[in-house]
């Protein structure tokens, strides 16, 4: 098989093994949902500032939880899928393969990107069926754009934390230890116009606050752009460091044993 | 060959030919893993020539992969793909696979090639892992204690998949620290203790030993155990049936034994660690 057809291959393996792990379809797809349902529940048709736009305490959230899910889909299953598989002595076998360690990346990252989209997706109709937030069609290569920016750098980030994380038990507590206090801190799931403004310098350090931001400005009419190139640039530039991490640090054999 | 702060093996000077089974014997920490890691060019060497069909596996690449098998210490299974998925996942990897279902029938899978791997046995998972190095239709395998942790139905089906590959004319690497496992796959045997060849040889020939030295022991006329060890046991035993007979003594409880090849194991094995 040539290089691609290798990654096709790979990724539809991965899909399979994707959608019947209980844990990485209940972290990735129904945590998402759920909390977009619950926010949106209780915090009703509220008005909200963000981004000195005044909107729907829905419309806020749907492109909020879009951002959080496309996090989870690539970094966080990502980090937590590597670890397990690299500990398990996986990653090690396939590299005793013929098949290239790229195309293994590949091959995962894709996985990790198409699920993102799919969460676009489910997320965006959740939001037009039960909170009557309409996807913006005629911003969807903004949106694709903004999406395809992040999830590449929340990938190469996640790949990069496997470094970070010796076992497999580490895994799932390192990732939310990262990543939860970041989506609070970062305006995902509380509106910008509660958050102290020392809160929200600190999360303008990390990715995360510049991708919401970016995301939002593509998803939400009535902003001062569609793509915020400034946000995306932050975005990318961890998403470059993380890659530098990922190929310096990344392992294919077990920390433990 | 060594790595960290201590050498793990030295001075192994190893033969393998093609079609044979190898099996690389030892206790737990003897250097097995070192050097089959050394083999299959996973681990660097910090001095010493390896060639493993005709390339250095340090600097191989994937032309030279697409021909070796490998099955490592502990399954390696993703947990969520079915013995069939499996097995064509790894078909992919190689330029020239062997059939999926051949191969499901060469490990004797074929009732469960629909069950994800977390389904399987402990027995059943280790053969769905030697299929996944067996489905590139490799020339040289190697199996890195393939049987630990079996229990002995286990451990006979596994040891028949490996007979059949006899058949097929692969060359297999074999560790394992079962010397009943080696007596039994193997054309040929290394002992490893404490990272350094003690024995090599045939089966039979590592059997010769048992031949080597005799142990005589009875009860003299006072009652005393007494134990003569001999590498001539029939002339040890005529003297002594002669002179008892002379003197009109019994021999009480007059046996002769041999070590067995498990003892001969054991015994090289921890003279070497002892060191």
Known sequence: ?257 | MSYGETEAVRGIDLEVASGEIFAFLGPNGAGKTTTVEILEGYRRRTGGEVRVLGEDPEHAGRAWRDRIGIVLQSNSLDPYLTVRESLELYAGYFSHPRSVEETIALVGLEGKADSRARKLSGGQQRRLDVGMALVGDPELLFLDEPTTGFDPSARRQFWDVIESLRELGKTIFLTTHYMDEAQRLADRVTIIAAGRIVAAGTPEDLGEREKAAATIRYRDAAGEEVSIETLDPVRELNLLTSAALENGEELDGLEVTRPSLEDVYLDLTSTAAGE
């Open chain 1, 1 to 257: 098989m040539s290089g691609l057809a290798l990654v096709g291959h790979q990724f539809r393996f991965d899909q399979k093994a994707f959608w019947r792990n209980p844990a990485s379809v209940g972290f990735t797809v129904f945590f998402p949902v759920l909390l977009l349902v619950i926010f949106g529940t209780i915090f009703g048709s509220s008005k909200v500032e963000v981004r000195g736009t005044h909107v729907d305490t829905d419309t806020y959230y749907v492109p909020a939880i879009i951002t959080m899910a496309i996090i989870s889909a690539t970094m966080q299953t990502l980090a937590m899928s590597l670890v397990i598989a690299r500990e398990d002595g996986r990653l090690k076998r396939g590299r005793g393969t013929p098949m290239p360690a790229w195309v293994f990346i590949a091959g995962r990252v894709g996985n990790s990107i198409v699920t993102a989209v799919m969460m676009l997706a489910l997320l965006a109709l959740i939001g037009g069926l039960a909170y009557g937030v309409h996807f913006p069609w005629g911003r969807l290569p903004e949106i694709l754009l903004v999406l395809a920016i992040g999830a590449a750098a929340f990938s190469c980030l996640g790949i990069a934390l496997t470094a970070a994380i010796p076992t497999q038990d580490a895994a799932a507590p390192i990732v939310n230890f990262l990543l939860l206090p970041l989506y609070f801190l970062s305006g995902v799931f509380i509106p910008d116009d509660q958050l102290p403004s020392g809160i929200i310098h600190f999360a303008d350090v990390f990715p995360i606050r510049h991708f919401f931001l970016a995301f939002f400005d593509a998803y939400v009419p009535g902003g001062a752009h569609v793509v915020d190139w400034g946000n995306l640039l932050v975005v990318a530039i961890w998403g470059v460091a993380g890659l530098l991490l990922a190929i310096r640090f990344f392992r294919w054999t077990p920390r433990s044993g």
